[in-house]
C-alpha cells in the first residue's frame, strides 16, 4: 500500500507546469526558455510514464495486473529486486 501512495504523491509532483508562466519575470531569457521548458518537459514525462506502464505490462503481464490491483508494482519490484524489492 506504501509504494500506491508514493506513486500518487510522484504523478502529482509534475503539475508544477501551470504556474511557471507566472514566474517568467525571474527565467533568464523567459521569451525563449518559458516556451523550451513547457514543451520538452511534458514530452519527458510522457516518455517516464509511458516506459513505466509498458515495463509493468511487459513484465507480469496485463492479466496479472488486473488481478492483483495495486499490488502490481510490488509484483514487479520483487521481480526486478528479489527480496529487496518487496517491503509489504
Known amino acids: 500500500m506504501a509504494s500506491t501512495g508514493a506513486i500518487v504523491s510522484v504523478a502529482f509532483s509534475y503539475d508544477g507546469?501551470?504556474?511557471a508562466p507566472s514566474i517568467?519575470?525571474?527565467?533568464?531569457?523567459?521569451?525563449?526558455?518559458?516556451p523550451l521548458a513547457l514543451t520538452i518537459s511534458p514530452?519527458?514525462?510522457l516518455v517516464v510514464y509511458l516506459s513505466y506502464f509498458l515495463g509493468?505490462?511487459?513484465l507480469i503481464g496485463p492479466e496479472?495486473?488486473?488481478e492483483t490491483g495495486d499490488m502490481a508494482f510490488s509484483m514487479a519490484a520483487r521481480?526486478?529486486?528479489?527480496?529487496l524489492g518487496d517491503r509489504n
Open 17 to 19: 507546469w501551470s504556474i
Open 24 to 34: 517568467c519575470h525571474e527565467i533568464k531569457d523567459a521569451k525563449r526558455n518559458l
Open 43 to 45: 514530452i519527458i514525462i
Open 56 to 58: 509493468i505490462s511487459y
Open 64 to 66: 496479472k495486473i488486473m
Open 79 to 83: 521481480q526486478l529486486f528479489g527480496s
